[in-house]
């Protein structure tokens, strides 16, 4: 079975308003699957739903091949890394209190913790001589590094990113880009990446998801959603973005 992830049928509706209508999508292993869209479509509650931050009106969601449920979902979300919008570190909390936070959760030894945090530092390229600094202490890209360690801490399976490039400058941004990239490969990593940047989803993508209005209009790589476009909308939508090398 080659999807770690599967959602048969998933919607979700707040206050009698859709906000993603009946959904089926696959989130295959050691890929990087991205989300794309104009704001509201829906990407970050397929998301939410994926780690049932919040509950899903109808359908199913299966995560190795085992039904979520509210009984196994405690379990489930030690295996899932989520990195937010930027970062959500918690400001009370040093970079390395907030890196070893879920590994505390869940009683990991002291040498347990300590190898894997300095596992993570070489692996992210984040000097470990800002451990003991503050969030406020911190640069935007140091703290997405800080954040990306976080979800890593306990070797996920499946990795959550929601926009987590959205605030960086552009040079930080591609810095960041290149060096998660680099990880994703390097671990093998499933990854779930939402973005509304056409470029940093050709960039991450081995698949693309384009949504629009709560419903997934069309996925495949970029030359798919180029040449055989499903509808108007991609059109519309990659041709907004006619500035990239749509390669």
Known sequence: MSALVRLVNVSKRYAGTPALHSTNLSIERSKTTVLIGPSGCGKSTLLRLIIHLIEPDSGSIEFDGELITPDNIGALRRRVGYVIQ?????????????????????????????????????????????LLRYPIELSGGQRQRVSLMRALMLSPELLLLDEPLGALDPLVRASLQKDLKEIFACLGQTVLFVTHDLAEAIYFGDQIVLMNEGRVVQKGTVSDLRDKPAGRFVSEFINAHRGIALT
């Open 86 to 130: 930027e970062g959500g570190l918690f400001p009370h909390l040093t970079a390395r209190a907030n890196v070893l936070l879920m590994a505390r959760h869940v009683e990991k030894s002291h040498e347990e913790m300590q190898k894997r945090l300095l596992e993570l530092c070489e692996l992210t390229r984040f000097s470990g001589s800002l």
